[in-house]
């Protein structure tokens, strides 16, 4: 009996002396001593790279805006002509501004992207007859305030009232039944084509009672007689795709006060049958004999057109046969 529980006792000193080594083991393993077991780091996840578009610049406006703020245009302030008519006249508006002078720093990789956008609005235009369509490139401003009129395809500072940063930049612009206009959609760096398609289309269909003629023919020239200011003849050019005929349109003086078509005023109506062909030009004049500025005989005859007295720095507007504004150009 008493060796059965010496060999118990040594059995037990045993399973202790197992144990207590087992310990020591297993805070070795983790550092012991005390000392907290380091903890290998784990590395971050990779980042993805943001895709680099055509040009080698990553586009920074490809989204739409999420709320549309409100927009004011300041005319006491030097701003085109047309676009300050467009916008009296609550016509749904697209300007973009794009930058076509190299610049190796900007730009390192070229200036693919403000012309492919340019060139992809040009395109677009033809879809949409009911906006009004403005471009201008941002290295032309013109003369400043208080130093004179801006001349065709100069913004004043329209660039700075819509906040233009990088180009190219796009904003659309749509009158709203208050009476003010909002930013519909703002669009800056590259923007891929079927993104600013469907924001256009979604302008065109924004309701509006704007006077905008469904018809996308634009006034390329007016040449003025020597005396009294008349009309020598004038060039339309049709960015349609198909045929237009220009009988019945008329050439009016708009108001320099408001730049508003006035009802009342001198016009030239066209009285022949001129049928400009899709995507050229044609030019109608005070007589059948009449040279326009590329050397041909113009296509047709206007009446009227003497006594307008215009001058440098008028604004005329291409009205179709129901009235609506088509074009309008500084002189």
């Given amino acids: 009996m008493i060796a059965g529980i010496g060999a118990k006792r040594v ?28 903890v290998p780091e784990v590395p971050p996840p990779a980042q993805t790279p943001a895709p680099v578009l055509p040009g080698g610049t990553v586009g920074v406006g490809q989204a739409e805006t999420t709320a549309d ?50 060139d992809g609005m040009e395109e677009l235009r033809v879809q949409y007859p009911t906006i009004e369509f403005f471009s201008y490139d941002i290295s032309n401003p ?14 004043g500072t329209l660039a700075a009232q819509l906040g233009v940063g990088i180009t190219p930049f796009v904003a659309m612009l749509a009158p709203t039944s208050e009476g003010e206009y909002v930013v519909t959609n703002l669009f800056q760096g590259y923007t891929p084509q079927p993104v600013l398609s469907q924001a256009l289309f979604d302008l065109a269909a924004v309701e509006v009672e704007d006077n905008t003629s469904d018809v996308d023919v634009v006034l390329e020239t007016v040449e003025v007689t020597d005396e009294g200011g008349g009309i020598e003849f004038f060039s339309v050019q049709n960015r349609t795709e198909r045929s237009v005929n220009l009988q019945g349109y008329t050439l009016r003086v708009l108001s320099p006060e408001d730049a508003q078509v006035d009802p009342d005023a001198p ?5 022949s049958d001129v049928r400009v062909a899709p995507q050229a030009s044609a030019s109608v004049g005070r007589v059948p004999d009449v040279v326009d500025a590329g050397g041909e005989q113009v296509s047709g005859t206007f009446e009227g057109g003497t006594s307008l007295e215009l001058a440098p720095g008028d604004q005329v507007a291409l009205l179709d046969p129901g009235g609506a504004v088509a074009s309008t150009l500084t002189i």
């Fill in 142 to 155: 013109g003369a400043a305030a208080g130093e004179g009129e801006l001349r065709e395809g100069e913004y």
């Fill in 11 to 38: 059995s037990a000193r045993l399973i202790v002396l197992a144990t207590l080594l087992c310990t020591l083991l297993l805070l070795a393993a983790c550092g012991g001593g005390g000392d907290e077991a380091s």
């Fill in 267 to 271: 016009q030239v109506t066209i009285n």
């Fill in 69 to 118: 703020p409100p927009f004011t245009l300041n005319t006491a302030q030097p701003v085109p002509p047309n676009f300050s008519e467009a916008y009296g006249r609550r016509a749904r508006i697209a300007v973009q501004f794009y930058k076509l002078d190299e610049d190796a720093l900007d730009y390192p990789q070229g200036l693919s992207v403000d012309r492919q956008v340019r």
